[in-house]
Nanobody, 126 residues
Framework: QVQLVESGGGLVKPGGSLRLSCAASGDFFRINIMGWYRQVPGKQREAVAHLNAAGDTIYTDSVKGRFTISRDNAKNTVYLQMIGLKPEDTAVYYC????????????????????WGKGILVTVSS
């Protein structure tokens, strides 16, 4: 069982800032890739930012220069610092953990699975 719990969402005015957090817990000892997605009603979920265990990051073009993803591996937590928020950033933001290292009696393997949080609402409005 793996759980991802997001926090930090809410209502902010255009130009404002928010910091999202996502804590992962469960039967694993390492997460390869952690990331954030977002979704608005009627649209597909889109990838916002990803960060792998080596520290490599990927951002969707619309958030480059405004959002920063980071992680604390000791706490299995990923963060998304958002500045210069725009109304078009309004969405439900989902935390994702991909490819978890699972330890068994026979050794360690990466499961290649995706795990999701329940989502947290970010509303950017004046």
């Amino acid at each position: 069982q793996v759980q991802l719990v997001e926090s930090g969402g809410g209502l902010v005015k255009p130009g404002g800032s928010l910091r999202l957090s996502c804590a992962a817990s469960g039967d694993f000892f390492r997460i390869n890739i952690m990331g954030w997605y977002r979704q608005v009603p009627g649209k597909q979920r889109e990838a916002v930012a990803h960060l792998n265990a080596a520290g490599d990051t990927i951002y969707t073009d619309s958030v480059k220069g405004r959002f920063t993803i980071s992680r604390d591996n000791a706490k299995n937590t990923v963060y998304l610092q958002m500045i210069g928020l725009k109304p078009e950033d309004t969405a439900v933001y989902y935390c994702n953990a991909h490819d978890l290292a699972i330890e068994t009696g026979e050794g360690v393997y990466f499961d290649g699975m995706d795990y999701w949080g329940k989502g947290i609402l970010v509303t950017v409005s004046s």
